[in-house]
């Protein structure tokens, strides 16, 4: 039994509520509890009042402590084996679940209210908290798909080795195999040093697909012995990333990447191949970073290249 629970974030809507199911496997998967969270903030919310002489912040308490009991409800009955904790915390969302993220084996939020002020606030929310959470993050969109297998969106940076360990330690939790998949474009490479000087851009056949390859390889390097159970596929494609990682999340039941932007803003932050697959997949994403520490991200151990 691990001590850290999985933590998600509930605000009354559908997504939230289906995010509390599927957090509610992850908890059971890991052995620990799940912890429904509710950031109380007025400004989000619209005061209603039990009595027309009572004040209006008691009809809102009422109001956030009975969608947080729903949402409780709505993991007892997924899995009475789950024991479930709740907090109501007066605070930003995105400032709560950062918090909450620091004591956590995972965070789990929904991303499909489309169409209303509340649901913009809720994809911000996800996308902010993948960039500055201090535990993965997952972004609960479709329903998984029936294959039943986790893509590991692998580029051998750096940044993505946190991406690689959850994905194999996930992976093994549920008994499935991993997808790796690389996708690669020849603007996005760091081209090898040509065969013949005299013709600067004479590269042999297939030179830059085998070093993407070899890149791949040198990626997961060292996990399928960690976890001999695992079973491994390498997929390297010429493609953009994101169109190829959307592709492949439809018939996934998880996809993992990393977090290789930088900068101060969320979209730098989180990078843009991240950012986008947390609006477009087909299946639950997560975002892992790096583990931080009290004064920020944790530096990657492997000094493997960065890419473009």
Not at 135 to 163: F, Q
Request: aromatic residues 4%; contains cysteine.
């Amino acid at each position: 039994m691990v001590s850290a629970p999985v933590v998600v974030g509930v605000d009354g809507s559908p997504s939230s509520l289906d995010a509390v199911e599927v957090a509610v496997r992850e908890a059971r998967l890991r052995g620990c509890g799940l912890k429904v969270v509710h950031a109380f903030w007025p400004s989000m919310h619209v005061p209603v009042s039990p009595s027309l002489l009572g004040p209006a912040e008691a009809g809102l308490r009422e109001m956030v402590e009975r969608l947080v009991a729903e949402a409780v409800q709505r993991a007892r009955a997924a899995d009475p084996d789950v024991k479930v904790a709740k907090a109501v915390v007066m605070g930003e969302p995105l400032r709560v679940l950062e918090a909450q993220s620091r004591e956590a084996a995972l965070v789990v939020v929904g991303s499909r209210d489309l169409g209303s002020f509340r649901g913009l606030l809720l994809r911000s929310t996800a996308v902010h908290l993948a960039a500055h959470a201090r535990c993965p993050v997952m972004v609960v969109r479709d329903r998984p798909g029936p294959a039943g297998w986790i893509v590991l969106g692998a580029d051998g940076s750096p940044a993505g080795e946190a991406a690689v360990d959850f994905a194999f330690a996930e992976a093994a939790l549920r008994g499935t195999r991993v997808i790796a998949l690389h996708a690669w474009t020849p603007w996005s490479v760091q081209a090898p040093p040509p065969q013949d000087s005299s013709m600067p851009c004479a590269y042999g056949p297939g030179t830059l697909a085998d070093g993407e390859e070899r890149l791949l390889a040198e990626a997961v390097a060292g996990r399928r012995e960690r976890y001999p159970g695992v079973t491994v596929e390498y997929k390297v494609v010429r493609s953009g990333a994101r169109e190829a990682l959307t592709e492949a999340s439809k018939s996934a039941e998880l996809l993992v990447v990393g977090a290789r932007g930088r900068g101060g803003i969320a979209g730098l932050l989180l990078g843009s191949v991240s950012q986008a697959l947390l609006h477009h997949a087909h299946c639950p994403v997560v975002v892992a970073r790096a583990r931080a520490g009290p004064d920020g991200p944790a530096r990657p151990r492997s000094p493997r290249r960065e890419r473009a």
